[in-house]
């Protein structure tokens, strides 16, 4: 009977480190570890704002550098160049907004 109960508790055991992993896989994505943060999130401060675009439209007029990461986080709309454009301040500024969702 104790080795039925055993087995039992390490398939419930096995079967909820399964539903957790699952869970946090949902709540952040293999791509957002990579990029250190959301798309949109340029700063990673954990907010999608103003001050993203910002730092986007700071970069393309020539006046702020961005790290890797950063570019990651700032091509909204994941061109395959990787370029960060005016195009993706308006769309990081549309999900500030609450336009678009993130
Ligand atoms: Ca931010």
């Given at each position: 009977m104790k080795k039925v109960i055993s087995v039992l508790l390490a398939i419930i055991m096995a079967f909820s480190c399964v539903v957790v992993a699952c869970a946090a896989e949902d709540e952040i994505s293999w791509e957002e570890i990579k990029m250190g943060g959301?798309?949109?999130d340029v700063n990673a401060d954990g907010k999608i704002s103003a001050v993203d675009a910002l730092m986007v439209l700071k970069y393309v007029a020539g006046t702020q550098e961005l790290t890797a990461k950063q570019m990651l986080r700032a091509?909204?709309?994941?061109?395959a160049q990787g370029n960060v454009s005016a195009i993706d301040a308006r769309q990081i500024l549309q999900v500030a907004a609450g336009l678009t969702p993130s």
């Open positions: 959301k798309r949109g091509n909204m709309n994941q061109d």
